[in-house]
């Protein structure tokens, strides 16, 4: 089944691993992984969240070194001593991430380490901006040499590490999960990129939870499970189901296990709500035992209406009612009381005390309820705990201990995390953003299942999502926003892909 | 398109060459007040005094300015004026034979001494640099006081040409200022046009990012505090030539003064930002405010808050430029993103 392609017996991996294995304390994080690359192939990692995806990228670019198996570069052994060898081998890997510096010009960002010099050393800055136009003008991106990098945008500033990759003539560029902030649109642009830098001979090493893209962009799919090895093949001839089957070791439950429910009376209302420059004129309702969802391009404005909403920012006109009573504009803290919980897009950033405990994150919310009430407001550290251990159990946490920091956690267990830290407030309205943004598989499915649950029991649901096939596959009602304003307000039975992208994009339905 | 990138580098330009130019212009203002209710202000002893006083600041916030641009500290450099001060002050009256140039490098070595136990402790132990400074702040003044047993060195003990590299001048320039503008503008020059000297703006503005691009952060770290201690040495040996007499506790609680004069020169405290020469400016500007105030008989305490809120000044003026920048580079993204 692995040896299929005949090129393994003819070529040698420009860029390979062979038995490799990394632990990191108990943790095995890879055992025994095997993967070559070859020139102009563009090759895929797939497996879940904690399969050691990351861990074998860090293993490419000299990051981590393996305790046991080799690297090969052009089949001889090398040992990265850390992230500049593997650099200065043709290594480029590119993180979700990026990783610029802000206040460093974007052809500074592009040449640190290796500036063109004048005589005496000097930096000759002249000819690096001209440079990095013209890695610009090969890529097609207008952007300026001269800017600094803080405030690009994501796809920009993957685009700024492409380049990067570029102009080291990098042999082997490794991708980790770049489109998982992208828009449609940048990823289109992204992938032409990569596709023209591969038919250049360049070794593609690719990583996405999204596995259209898989079969868009790849020549051969490596699958990882829980640090080992599963399979080599070619991606001609699979079907999604075979990749999922791989990953997950398993077969899938329904990945949208939608139960019908009949919507009861109006749990949120938003009247004209506009904040200026962001959003404008935005209605609707969500009733209690739907999901409604918010759908869009990024950028679109979808999560600064449910940070509004939540009383993060602050709204000029209109106004929100939770079950018929008004909200007062910015108030975060009235918005809880009211029965709104918002799980927020950014879950390490906005979401999580990522140095905290489990238990501490979950409970944090709901630090009144956990007083002891002999003592005043003094935290019952057990009844913390008891919430914890509850929400951790219906949400299939996988954890060690609960007193374990949350950064130990993979994403999608953290992102359990985060909903558990809400859901134990017992909303009436649950709004949450990107609820399975970069999570596997597996753990999509149980988000979808537990949203599906929450909603059949009475809950009202508003759901902000990139991902399309989970808005028709989960929602009750699609909402549209396009530059700020809503759009389209579809039905379930009526959504399809080419309706809500009409509507996201502007083009008449 | 082309003109909105343009105009978007101008705006961005301005405001980093903004912070120098509003330094001066706010000399400018603060001389010619200052002049105008006191004559004796700009007499030539007055000017040379603010020169001589701020060349040693400006010494230290050079060298502060490559710490803090690695988004670390040194909160050591003024117990480390104090111990070199005192220690090469003992060394020079021990013996009338021993040089000037001697006692300089004396003095460097065991500023550059001080700060390799801060850059390893730093960078190799990874314990924040607040902490190990403040540790290592402590510790100095302790030898310090230790070696100096409660004695003082006088002028009289020390080597006449020593006093004079203190006091002297040439071609009418002192000696101390003309130290000072020669190190920024070879400090200066480095950052700038140097591969190396932007590692440590690649490491202040993003020590994850640095490592992944194969900065050597740690070395480069070192260096920062390796050459924080040392120029902290020199302004020893220059405090002692132009004071003479020296105690155990000199230059006790500049450190917060010179990170003053780094902030006010437009240095972000959060790294990646910043020039030796806002900085230097810095210096002037705090050291020029102080004889202001004294000229015009303002209650010392008074002298403290004023720096104070000038720092507070700098500081929101920074943050509120930093928010305008940042969304106009929004603005320009979201024209051409989408």
Same mark, same amino acid.
């Given at each position: 089944m692995t040896e299929s392609d005949d090129r393994t017996g003819t070529a040698v991996p420009v860029l390979a691993l062979t038995g490799v294995s990394k632990s990191f304390g108990a943790v095995r994080a890879l055992r025994g992984v095997t993967l070559e690359l070859y020139a102009g192939e563009a090759h895929a990692l797939a497996g879940e969240n904690g399969a050691g995806k990351s861990t074998l990228v860090k293993t490419l670019s000299g990051v981590h070194r393996p305790d046991t198996g080799q690297v090969l570069l052009d089949g001889r052994p090398v040992e990265f001593h850390g992230p500049a060898d593997a650099q200065a081998a043709g290594v480029a890997v590119i993180y979700q991430e990026p990783t610029l510096f802000p206040d460093l010009s974007i052809a500074e960002n592009i040449f640190i380490g290796r500036h063109p010099r004048v005589r005496l050393g000097r930096i000759d800055r002249d000819r690096m901006h001209a440079s990095t136009a013209e890695l610009f003008a090969r890529l097609g991106v207008p952007l300026d040499p001269r800017q600094p990098a803080r405030g690009l945008s994501i796809a920009d500033q993957q685009l700024v590490e492409i380049a990067k990759a570029l102009s080291r003539e990098a042999r082997v560029l490794v991708m980790d999960e770049p489109t998982a902030a992208l828009s449609g649109a940048e990823v289109a642009r992204l992938f032409a990129v990569v596709k023209a830098l591969r038919e250049q001979g360049c070794a593609v090493l690719f990583i996405s939870h999204r596995l259209d893209e898989i079969f868009e962009l790849c020549q051969r799919v490596t699958t990882l499970r829980d640090g080992a090895w599963v399979a080599s093949e070619p991606v001609a001839g699979l079907t999604h189901d075979d990749l999922v089957r791989r990953m997950v070791g398993r077969e899938l439950d329904a990945l949208y296990p939608k139960r019908g429910t009949v919507p009861g009376e109006v749990a949120l209302k938003v009247h004209r709500l506009t904040r200026e &420059?962001?959003?404008?004129?935005v209605s609707f309702e969500v009733r209690r035992g739907e999901i409604v969802a918010l759908a869009g +391009?990024? &950028?679109?404005g979808r999560s600064e209406v449910a940070r509004a909403i939540f009383g993060v920012d602050r709204w000029d006109a209109g106004w929100v009612e939770v079950d018929g009573r008004l909200l007062p504009p910015a108030s975060p803290t009235a918005a809880m009381s009211a029965g709104l919980a918002l799980v927020p897009e950014d879950r390490r950033q906005q979401g999580l005390v990522m140095d905290q405990s489990i238990e501490r994150n979950i409970g944090l919310t709901g630090l009144r309820s956990l007083r002891r009430s002999s003592l005043g407001p003094v935290i019952s550290r057990a009844a913390e705990r008891d919430r914890a251990r509850d929400w951790a159990i219906r949400l299939r946490l996988k954890y060690n201990? +609960?007193?374990?920091?949350?950064?130990? +956690?993979?994403g999608g267990n953290q992102q359990k995390v985060v909903l558990g830290k809400w859901l134990s407030t017992r909303p009436r309205v649950l709004i949450v953003d990107e609820p399975t943004r970069g999570i596997d598989v597996g753990t999509k499915a149980e988000v979808h299942r537990l949203l599906s649950e929450l909603a059949a029991d009475g809950m009202a649901v508003l759901m902000i999502s990139s991902d399309l096939p989970e808005v028709l596959g989960m929602a009750d009602r699609v909402l549209v926003m396009q530059e700020g304003r809503l759009t389209a307000d579809i039905p379930r039975d009526r959504a399809t892909e080419e309706s809500v992208m009409a509507a996201a994009t502007g083009r008449a339905a | 398109m082309t003109a909105v990138t343009a105009s978007t580098r101008g705006v961005v330009d301005l405001v980093f060459r903004a912070r120098e130019a509003s330094i001066v212009a706010a000399l400018a203002v603060l001389v010619a007040v200052t002049a105008g209710a006191?004559?004796?202000?700009?007499s030539t002893q007055g000017v040379k005094d603010i020169f001589l006083n701020a060349a040693i600041l400006a010494l230290l916030a050079v060298g502060q300015t490559f710490v803090i641009i690695t988004r670390n500290i040194d909160l050591s450099v003024g117990s480390v004026v104090g111990l070199v001060a005192f220690t090469v002050g003992g060394f020079l009256a021990a013996d009338h034979g021993r040089g000037v140039l001697l006692a300089v490098l004396l003095g460097v070595a065991i500023g550059a001494l001080c700060g390799i136990v801060n850059g390893l402790l730093v960078s190799?132990?990874?314990?924040p640099a607040l902490v190990v400074t403040l540790g290592t702040l402590y510790v100095i003044q302790g030898v310090d006081h230790y070696i100096a047993h409660g004695r003082q060195i006088n002028a009289v003990d020390l080597p006449p040409a020593l006093l004079s590299l203190g006091n002297g001048s040439v071609l009418g320039v002192p000696y101390l200022p003309l130290i000072a503008v020669v190190v920024m503008l070879a400090v200066g020059f480095y950052l700038r046009s140097y591969p190396s000297g932007r590692d440590f703006y690649a490491i202040g503005s993003s020590p994850e990012a640095a490592g992944l691009a194969g900065v050597p952060v740690r070395r480069r770290v070192m260096a920062a505090y390796l050459l924080s201690g040392a120029l902290a040495g020199l302004a020893g040996v220059l405090w002692l030539a132009r004071f003479g007499t020296v105690v @155990?506790?000199? @230059?006790?609680?500049?450190e917060l003064q010179v990170v003053s004069a780094v902030v006010v020169g437009g240095v972000a405290i959060t790294g990646g930002v910043g020039t030796v020469y806002g900085a230097a400016l810095g210096a002037l500007l705090l050291t020029t405010i102080t004889s202001a105030l004294v000229v015009l008989r303002v209650d010392p305490f008074w002298q403290q808050a004023i720096t104070g809120a000038l720092l507070l000044l700098a500081i929101s003026v920074d943050r509120l430029l930093a928010l305008r920048v940042a969304r106009i580079l929004r603005r320009r993204n979201a024209r051409h993103g989408s």
């Open positions: &420059g962001v959003f404008t004129d +391009l990024v &950028g679109a201990r +609960l007193s374990d920091a949350v950064s130990v +956690l993979s | 006191n004559g004796n202000f700009l190799v132990g990874r314990v @155990a506790d000199a @230059a006790n609680g500049w």
